[in-house]
Protein backbone atom coordinates (compact mmCIF):
# COMPACT_ATOMS: atom_id res chain seq x y z
CA UNK A 1 0.00 0.00 0.00
CA UNK A 2 1.01 3.45 -0.71
CA UNK A 3 0.59 6.32 1.75
CA UNK A 4 -1.19 9.15 0.15
CA UNK A 5 -2.04 11.63 3.19
CA UNK A 6 -4.02 11.95 6.08
CA UNK A 7 -7.24 12.60 7.53
CA UNK A 8 -7.88 16.47 8.81
CA UNK A 9 -11.33 16.63 9.99
CA UNK A 10 -14.46 14.69 10.15
CA UNK A 11 -18.15 15.45 10.36
CA UNK A 12 -21.64 13.78 10.62
CA UNK A 13 -24.84 15.18 10.19
CA UNK A 14 -26.45 13.97 12.94
CA UNK A 15 -30.53 12.86 12.34
CA UNK A 16 -31.81 16.15 14.35
CA UNK A 17 -29.72 18.39 12.42
CA UNK A 18 -29.82 20.80 9.04
CA UNK A 19 -27.93 22.79 6.58
CA UNK A 20 -24.05 23.14 6.56
CA UNK A 21 -21.70 23.59 7.72
CA UNK A 22 -21.64 19.21 9.11
CA UNK A 23 -20.91 19.35 12.58
CA UNK A 24 -17.54 18.04 13.16
CA UNK A 25 -17.38 14.97 15.49
CA UNK A 26 -14.57 12.98 17.56
CA UNK A 27 -14.98 9.58 15.39
CA UNK A 28 -17.01 8.08 12.59
CA UNK A 29 -18.15 5.07 12.91
CA UNK A 30 -18.33 3.60 9.69
CA UNK A 31 -20.65 0.25 8.87
CA UNK A 32 -20.39 -1.82 5.66
CA UNK A 33 -23.34 -2.05 4.11
CA UNK A 34 -24.91 0.46 5.86
CA UNK A 35 -22.77 3.79 6.54
CA UNK A 36 -21.77 6.30 9.09
CA UNK A 37 -23.69 5.31 12.74
CA UNK A 38 -25.69 7.71 13.77
CA UNK A 39 -25.59 10.23 10.15
CA UNK A 40 -28.78 10.41 8.91
CA UNK A 41 -27.52 10.00 5.61
CA UNK A 42 -27.23 5.88 6.68
CA UNK A 43 -28.77 3.58 5.15
CA UNK A 44 -30.08 5.34 2.24
CA UNK A 45 -27.35 5.11 -0.93
CA UNK A 46 -24.67 2.36 -0.28
CA UNK A 47 -23.07 4.05 -3.28
CA UNK A 48 -23.04 7.55 -1.70
CA UNK A 49 -22.01 6.07 2.11
CA UNK A 50 -19.11 9.12 2.88
CA UNK A 51 -18.56 12.00 1.09
CA UNK A 52 -14.71 12.21 1.37
CA UNK A 53 -13.70 16.30 -0.24
CA UNK A 54 -9.65 17.45 -0.33
CA UNK A 55 -8.32 20.82 1.03
CA UNK A 56 -8.18 22.33 -2.30
CA UNK A 57 -11.51 23.37 -2.44
CA UNK A 58 -11.17 25.21 0.57
CA UNK A 59 -8.13 26.50 -0.60
CA UNK A 60 -9.66 27.53 -3.70
CA UNK A 61 -12.62 29.34 -2.05
CA UNK A 62 -9.63 31.18 0.29
CA UNK A 63 -8.03 32.57 -2.73
CA UNK A 64 -11.28 33.75 -4.07
CA UNK A 65 -12.21 35.75 -0.76
CA UNK A 66 -14.83 33.04 0.22
CA UNK A 67 -14.75 32.80 3.42
CA UNK A 68 -15.93 29.05 3.98
CA UNK A 69 -15.53 27.44 7.02
CA UNK A 70 -14.79 23.28 7.19
CA UNK A 71 -17.53 21.13 6.69
CA UNK A 72 -19.18 23.76 4.49
CA UNK A 73 -19.58 21.34 1.62
CA UNK A 74 -21.19 18.69 2.92
CA UNK A 75 -18.52 16.09 3.50
CA UNK A 76 -17.88 13.70 5.85
CA UNK A 77 -13.91 13.24 5.64
CA UNK A 78 -11.79 16.11 4.78
CA UNK A 79 -8.05 14.82 3.35
CA UNK A 80 -4.79 16.64 3.16
CA UNK A 81 -4.94 15.47 -0.60
CA UNK A 82 -6.70 15.93 -3.61
CA UNK A 83 -8.76 12.51 -3.91
CA UNK A 84 -10.11 13.74 -7.25
CA UNK A 85 -6.60 12.51 -8.45
CA UNK A 86 -7.69 9.21 -8.29
CA UNK A 87 -10.38 7.21 -10.52
CA UNK A 88 -13.92 5.69 -9.77
CA UNK A 89 -12.92 2.62 -8.29
CA UNK A 90 -9.94 3.70 -6.13
CA UNK A 91 -9.80 2.14 -2.53
CA UNK A 92 -8.70 4.55 0.39
CA UNK A 93 -7.32 2.55 3.12
CA UNK A 94 -8.20 4.34 6.74
CA UNK A 95 -6.82 2.02 9.49
CA UNK A 96 -9.36 -0.97 8.92
CA UNK A 97 -11.95 1.00 6.66
CA UNK A 98 -11.77 0.53 2.99
CA UNK A 99 -13.99 3.04 1.07
CA UNK A 100 -14.42 2.87 -2.80
CA UNK A 101 -14.81 5.82 -5.09
CA UNK A 102 -18.04 5.44 -6.70
CA UNK A 103 -19.09 9.08 -8.47
CA UNK A 104 -17.93 12.44 -8.17
CA UNK A 105 -20.60 14.62 -5.99
CA UNK A 106 -22.39 16.87 -8.36
CA UNK A 107 -22.75 21.20 -7.79
CA UNK A 108 -25.41 21.88 -5.08
CA UNK A 109 -26.23 25.67 -5.87
CA UNK A 110 -26.85 25.57 -1.89
CA UNK A 111 -23.45 26.24 -1.93
CA UNK A 112 -24.15 29.71 -3.37
CA UNK A 113 -25.19 30.91 0.25
CA UNK A 114 -21.55 30.83 1.26
CA UNK A 115 -20.56 33.09 -2.15
CA UNK A 116 -23.04 33.32 -5.37
CA UNK A 117 -19.62 32.64 -7.67
CA UNK A 118 -18.86 28.79 -5.27
CA UNK A 119 -20.54 26.31 -7.25
CA UNK A 120 -18.66 27.45 -10.65
CA UNK A 121 -15.18 27.79 -8.46
CA UNK A 122 -15.12 24.29 -6.53
CA UNK A 123 -17.15 21.84 -9.30
CA UNK A 124 -13.86 20.19 -9.70
CA UNK A 125 -13.37 19.73 -6.47
CA UNK A 126 -16.49 19.35 -5.06
CA UNK A 127 -15.83 16.04 -3.67
CA UNK A 128 -16.36 12.30 -4.19
CA UNK A 129 -19.44 9.91 -3.13
CA UNK A 130 -17.39 6.25 -1.43
CA UNK A 131 -19.19 3.34 -0.85
CA UNK A 132 -17.87 1.13 2.28
CA UNK A 133 -16.07 -1.77 1.70
CA UNK A 134 -14.88 -2.67 5.17
CA UNK A 135 -15.84 -1.42 8.83
CA UNK A 136 -14.17 0.85 11.27
CA UNK A 137 -13.18 3.76 13.09
CA UNK A 138 -11.88 6.66 11.44
CA UNK A 139 -10.32 9.82 13.20
CA UNK A 140 -8.31 12.77 12.59
CA UNK A 141 -4.85 12.85 11.62
CA UNK A 142 -5.17 9.02 10.47
CA UNK A 143 -2.98 7.98 7.52
CA UNK A 144 -4.77 7.26 4.34
CA UNK A 145 -3.63 4.72 1.49
CA UNK A 146 -4.17 3.18 -1.08
CA UNK A 147 -4.14 0.05 -2.59
CA UNK A 148 -1.38 -0.17 -5.60
Keep these: ???????????????????????????????????????????????????????????????????????????????DFNPHEYKIGTVFVIGSVKLEITQNCTICNHLSVFGKELPSLVKDHRGLYCKILSSGIIKKENEVYIKE
Design 1 to 79: MKKIGKVIEIFSAKKDSSGLPRPKVNELDIINGFGIKDDKFAGKDEDKSVMVVGSVAYNIAEENKIDLQLGSLGENILF
